[in-house]
């Protein structure tokens, strides 16, 4: 079963006179050779995505720090198992790993991406069961981190293996770099790719941490939104009092909070931030008009989610004003008593996290600097307003075309069965504006994520079939980059 | 030592032709007496409130039902220890303990009420120890609970027992009400005190659970704010998204609720519900002087508080938003994430926990009414608003001459050494609109905890030589009603 790479290399130069040999070999052939080795493999497979998966990695929780280092090793130990050199990089936060195969210095080199952090996830949030418990059920493996993201960049370890014990080893240099940073918003990555640049030098850089547009369609996303976070809060009185004593001589900073958040959008839903959408690219004609044929339908949209009506900035679609468009969310309040009952207290401080999703051409430093610009003119009776700002990462938009992409087209085609479709997304990755600076070459993002995933939210999942189909996958891209790059020769 | 009180009596009346004769043996012969053997048995009686206070009897917290329950049991057992007879008695929520010292069914009937539950504390709040460690600094007694109630119900106990044990038994049926759910609201008191009217049945009432209007000062508070409260829930999606592939195209129901809440107040302080100030009484002119007359200076309120500047409804002082006028406070606010570092959800549901303040002639009942009625006419996209009504008290205002008003004045001045001043609180005991509607007597409010007592918030405490003062105070207090009773007969 083991053929050397250069014999068929040579084989296949041979071949590759005519289109459809090519394609013959180049598709049918080695896809039955994948397709016979994941099929072979595939209970081991996911019982080592269980392994991972049962690691609580959550990057944001200090008490999970040695998970996030335990995790980082088992990502490292992946890699050496299958005679990967690879290493763990201290960042000054939470490692990353980095793993390389080289062919030859002439080769074209690709970067696949990835992280082993995940989002916090407590039974309590709403899930079924432990959310680390990796349980299966059906086609699905039930656990946080298992579609976003451990399930996919496993798959790409997976189509390596694939590919090494199959084909064997492709004419390209190889890099997997598995970040633990990337659910807290990549703080340290800039760093270390800044530092590891010579030894990263992509041609192409693989990302699979997206999601699919629906079941069964292949999809390819060529933008992502930037995200930028930050923490406000609300200064009172110097204790907590009681709000029988005090309230309605002193302010109240829950009172000044809801005020000064609630005052963040007007009543067309748009950001009131002056000068936010200063530097917001229209969508273009083609762009709206692709987005309004695809098979989309907010009544579905609606009942999913279990509201009677949609809501969003006045003038767009929901794909537009999620894909398209910036926001602000609050995504996390609290102040004064939280637990069961009542406790009548006008509390000493009351805080929000905030998230700005953008688009292109915002960029992250600007619009946090904006928000606090915005901050500083509020003024209140008796409150103090501090703004902490956490990381960001800006907005990226990418070519559709090009030979890189349409090997990736052609390997999602391939792994499962479909014309991939293309779209943006709403989410970010922060990795990927960075990339898009220190680098500027394609980037290739293809989510294996269902929409209904539940990433971020209870009782996250990911397709075990979807996994094996991203499998073939990655070990048909490896194959298929291989092409472009002897097509160039 | 041990004089029987009908010789007491005897000997009182035949001097009693002089005022002066009377003030000199009421006041000087008897407090000498309470006084020496508060002074002997200061030592235990501070133990005897440490064993209490280091009960956490947190009414609120269901992990501390037994807590709460060990806590009445002490309570019932401290009367026992004095020969009182005292029993537990069952309420459906948290259990009251009821004791009773009858004298005849002729004597004047004085029902002492207090709570022996507590607010939550935790050290994280803030608290510089164990909120329940009852540590000792100076002139302090530091705990959860030793200001607001344990502290103040307990020197009524130890007041009775220093009147029994050095005159006797006073010709007053005594009753003590010590009931265990004060800081939820009194949910289930009313009931109680409907099936035991009979027993109750007071001529007079006693209350020692509000502040002195400042250090040294004896202070009685006739009027107290109502209270309700209520919990807002809005509800969006059905479950926890992900910020970035559904905001804005989702409302998030903390927008919803932030707008909600900031738009409960207008630009001028003032509650926003339609009717809210209908039944309002506006303040007296008497009150309003008085109230300016006071030692009060905003400066140190506000360096006390450490804020730069008080907030609250236009055209009132200080005093007069806090003690007479009503507002609506917001308590508590949670949703989305709140832990350490960022997860970018967009949360299914948000909640605020609300109360609202009332004075004369509003009623707790009416205000829930006027609330939720608003809230029924706000419509977002989206989102569902769901409130849940918690417990209530009307507010009171009590007449503040009378001869048992006078018998209190009286007390405070022997116990203190000064002349009390009359104030209005604006806290809120719920069980004394109860007391006010089911037995229309005379309710005499004398607090013992000082201003900066810290109840509701963190490192309450209570004032030892306050205590001893207090101590002194009932017991003088039993011997003034007799007198009452006496000037009667």
Redesign the interface.
Known sequence: MRIRFHERDAFLKSLATTDTMREIQSRRCFVTVFADYVHAHRDCFLRELQEIVRIPSV????AHASDVRRAAEWVRNAFQKLNVSAEILETGGHPAVLAERNASPSAPTVVIYGHYDV??AKKD??WDRDPFSADIEGDKLIARGAADNKGQFHAHIKGLETFLNTIGQPPLNIRFLIEGEE???SPNLGGLVRKQKERLRPDAIVISDT?MYQVDTPTICYGL?G?T?AEITVI?????????????????P??A???I???L?DSDGRVTIPGFYDDVKPLEPWERKAWAELPWDDAD??EN?????????RGYT??E??WG???L????????????????????S?T??I?L?LVPDQRAKKALDLLENHLKFIY????QINVSR?AGGNPVRFDVSGPWMDALIRALKTGFGRQPVLMR????IPIVGLFKEEFDVPVLMAGFAR?DC??????EYFSICDYNRAIITSATLLQELTEVHLGDV
Request: no cysteine; aromatic share 6%.
């Open positions: 990057s944001t929780e200090p989002q916090p949030d709403g659910e807290i918003g999601s939104r995200l976070t009172g009185p110097n204790r907590d009092l009681h709000s029988g004593t005090f309230g309605g001589a002193v302010a109240n829950i009172h909070l809801v005020e958040l609630a005052g959008h949209y609606r989610l279990g509201i009677a009506e949609l809501w969003g900035e929901s794909i004003r999620s468009r910036p926001t969310e609050i995504n996390g309040i609290y102040g004064g008593f939280t637990g069961v009952g009542f406790k009548t207290v006008l509390p000493h009351a929000a996290k998230s999703r209140m009776n008796g409150i956490l997304d709403g989410g970010s929409p539940g990433s971020h939210g209870p009782n």
